[in-house]
């Protein structure tokens, strides 16, 4: 299946998740990032969820992480150059919802990509592989590029992989982890 067809299948598969199927399913994966063997980093990336794709529920996640006193980086996306610049949550962070419903940070303290441990990288499928199909717009792929070699790049899915190897880019950056409800995923 092309990109284009699994992005509108997944996106469709997600269409049909109800509210309570969706706290279940990301409660469930935010106890299962507990399994895995990432604690003891520092700085870690997360992406806040945007509601209206009924995306994964990271707020679960993001206590978490205060919970264990860790660094928390949100991005702000720039569509003009498809990049992302990544700020320190702290509490007094402004959180606004750009022109695609994506929360960013409004401003503060910028954090260099190659500073960031561990990446919560959101996504409409993958394979059992790692390799990973977002919205198409290569946000992740270039910024996952900007980071230091041995970055944990985790992806977060209400799904299982597919079952046929997705085709990939150049480009195309693949994960080490992916949680699901049920399980752990490791590549």
Request: glycine share 4%.
């Amino acid at each position: 299946m092309s990109k284009s067809v699994l992005r509108k299948k997944y996106k469709a598969m997600r269409n049909e998740l109800t509210i309570q199927q969706l706290d279940d399913f990301s409660i469930a994966i935010a106890n299962n990032l507990l399994k895995l063997p990432i604690w003891e980093k520092r700085y870690y990336h997360l992406f806040l969820t945007i509601a209206e794709q009924k995306e994964i529920d990271t707020e679960f996640i993001l206590n978490i992480l205060a919970g264990k006193d860790k660094d928390i980086i949100l991005s702000k996306s720039d569509f003009e150059d498809s990049s992302m610049t990544h700020f320190l949550l702290t509490d007094t962070t402004k959180i606004r919802k750009n022109a695609y419903n994506i929360p960013e940070p409004v401003d503060g303290i910028e954090v260099p990509s190659t500073k960031i441990d561990v990446v919560f990288v959101p996504l409409l499928a993958y394979d059992s592989n790692g390799n990973r199909i977002g919205y198409g717009k290569g946000f992740y792929d270039r910024f996952l590029a900007e980071c230091k070699e041995n970055v944990i790049k985790i992806g977060l899915s209400f799904f299982p992989p597919e079952e046929t190897l997705l085709t990939v880019d150049s480009t195309d950056i693949g994960l080490d982890f992916c949680v699901t409800p049920e399980q752990v995923f490791e590549f």
